[in-house]
């Protein structure tokens, strides 16, 4: 009688030789193929596409002669301050499991940060740190949205709101923000005609990454107004507030859900360290949210990645204590880099724009483009400048490239210069 064997592999013979033995003599057609990985994975992670801004950049990457102007960061690294809080932290030891909100002392300094910023009173309890803006905003389709339910995103927009709801299974449901006249146009009359009874929430994102255009007051409470009498929640991503350039000059602060909402209603606010202080591989953020929900929100930290390194955070303090004269500088450089940019694209009849009123992105069209990838990757390889393809942006986008504008002057006039001879020159695909 022949013996017990899995798969035509006898298991006494495996035991005797040890793992390495039984796993040898596993056929190799038993094993899954790549593919066969790939089929047992959830759809939704598998099919969901990359994000166009990493194919530019990942076209690009590590040239040393393309001068990026991809990805939405400047050329600073972080202050010096920033980083000796940071270090001191870790030598004194500050190297254990901490708070899931966040320590005390983070969630205070923000509570102050947003009282001089607003006016009024913060208190911590509003306050919930988080591993990035990117994982406040995860924590926060999180907590609202099942599956099935649909988010509304005015677009073009950031391509990483779609992704990771449609990786959670939420629907999200665009609403454009037209180009006419040369201007970016909300039509609030559409937007709030495609909610249904799935809508969740309505997720703005002013000022805008990648369109620089930025909600007037009255478009905030006319949401405000309509999200408080559907019972829809409002996720605020206001990460660019402070790069705001109105037109009268001077700084100043673009309008805010935090002008003209209560902290204990249905408003989340997503935000992070990232853009003021150039600290973008810190990997810091944080939600604001109605006090009500701090136990939901730290257990989905916890589940998540069970908080964010203490020694980062005593950085943050320093950023929110000390860094106004830095964030000043910054938006400061980013007023006058835009300039710089509408200088001279102004000079090309072929290519549209509107001047950006905030943020640090020039999103703009070139006549006879139909495909903003393919035209993106040449300009990477002929002009040597990285852009991102407005198509990633969603419905709308195609058309259009974004250019981050925020840094060294010198090296955004070359990069001007380069873009310049390009169009003059060449024909987009
Ligand atoms: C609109 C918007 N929100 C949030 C973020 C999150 O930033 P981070 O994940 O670097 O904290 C970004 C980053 O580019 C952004 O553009």
């Not at 509003?126 to 339910?149: C, H, K, P």
């Not at 402070?242 to 909402?261: A, V």
């Amino acid at each position: 009688m022949p013996r017990f064997s899995i798969r035509g592999v006898d298991p006494v013979l495996c035991l005797a030789h040890g793992d390495a033995e039984y796993f040898k003599a596993i056929p190799k057609r038993m094993l899954p193929t790549p593919q066969d990985l790939l089929d047992s994975i959830k759809p939704s992670q598998r099919d969901e596409p990359d994000s166009g801004i990493l194919v530019a950049v990942n076209h690009g990457f590590g040239r040393p002669d393309i001068i990026p102007l991809w990805t939405g960061e400047g050329h600073l690294p972080t202050p010096q301050f920033i980083c000796d809080a940071a270090i001191s932290s870790l030598r004194n030891g500050e190297t254990f499991y901490t708070w899931q909100r966040g320590i005390p002392e983070l969630r205070e300094a923000l509570a102050q940060y947003h009282a001089r910023q607003c006016g009024g009173a913060f208190k911590q309890d509003n306050f919930f740190v988080t591993s990035s803006g990117m994982q406040a905003m995860q924590t926060i389709f999180q907590l609202l949205a099942r599956e099935g339910d649909e988010i509304i995103v005015p677009t073009p927009a950031w391509p990483n709101y779609p992704g990771p709801m449609r990786m959670m299974g939420i629907v999200p449901v665009y609403v454009p923000i037209r180009f006419e006249n040369r201007i970016w146009q909300i039509d609030l009359e559409q937007l709030f005609d495609s909610v249904t009874g799935k809508t969740k929430a309505i997720c703005l994102n002013s000022p805008s990454n990648p369109l620089g255009w930025v909600a007037s007051c009255d478009q905030l409470l006319a949401v405000r107004d309509f999200a408080r009498r559907h019972g829809l929640w409002i996720i605020a991503d206001e990460v660019y507030s402070r790069f705001y350039y109105p037109e009268s000059g001077g700084l100043g602060r673009s309008p805010s859900f935090l002008d003209i909402c209560e902290h204990e209603e249905r408003v989340v606010y997503a935000n992070t360290f990232s853009k003021n202080w150039a600290m973008t591989g810190w990997r810091v953020g944080w939600v604001q949210a109605p006090k009500a929900l701090g136990a939901a929100i730290e257990r989905i930290i916890q589940y998540n990645t069970s908080g964010t390194p203490v020694f980062l955070q005593r950085g943050c303090v320093a950023a929110l204590e000390e860094g106004e004269d830095f964030v000043i500088k910054q938006v400061t450089r980013a007023r006058h880099n835009r300039d710089m940019v509408c200088k001279t694209l102004r000079q090309f009849p072929q290519v549209q724009f509107e001047v950006p009123g905030g943020a640090f992105y020039q999103f703009f069209s070139l006549d006879g483009m139909r495909d903003s990838t393919k035209t993106v990757l040449r300009i990477i390889d002929e002009a040597k400048i990285g852009l991102a393809p407005g198509g990633t942006f969603g419905a709308g986008g195609e058309g259009f490239m974004r250019m981050c504008y925020l840094r060294d002057p010198d090296v955004l006039a070359t990069a001007l210069e380069r873009l310049g001879n390009w169009l003059g020159s060449a024909r987009p695909d």
